[in-house]
């Protein structure tokens, strides 16, 4: 037996890409920035935050917009990381707020709390 959820378009599992901050140090020994690397991707699915969880990441400092729940934890996404959903001009980019979830602590699926930025390149 399959799972088969009813969704429409647009809701199932989408293709999100990892971005990383990648940086080095110069031959003096100074700390560089390189601009963001890719470092993986996976299928997830997206969600707006509630009300609830919003206001509670506001008073720890976190603010979030998005909660993105990936499936399986092959390419783990760390804090800081940019998740993008789509190509091009019209794709969409998230900052990762805080470390993943694993709610069953069984591998299966990763939570994450996210903010949607339209100022990340």
């Known amino acids: 037996m399959s799972f088969r ?8 599992f989408q293709l999100f890409h990892i ?6 140090l110069t ?5 560089t ?20 969880e919003i206001e509670q990441h506001k ?19 760390k804090a800081t990381d940019i998740l993008v959903l789509g190509e091009g001009e019209t794709a969409r980019k ?4 805080g470390e993943p979830r694993d709610p069953g602590e069984l591998g299966h699926f990763l939570v994450y709390t996210v903010e949607e930025r339209a100022d990340l390149q």
């Open 33 to 52: 920035s390189s601009g963001q690397k890719p470092a993986g991707e996976f299928y997830g699915m997206i969600t707006q935050a509630s009300p609830k």
């Open 5 to 12: 959820p009813m969704l429409r378009p647009g809701q199932g």
């Open 94 to 97: 998230f900052q990762v707020q």
């Open 59 to 77: 008073q720890l400092g976190t603010p979030i917009t998005h909660t993105i729940v990936q499936r399986g934890t092959k390419d783990r996404a």
């Open 19 to 24: 971005l990383r901050k990648g940086g080095g």
């Open 27 to 31: 031959t003096s020994g100074r700390p």
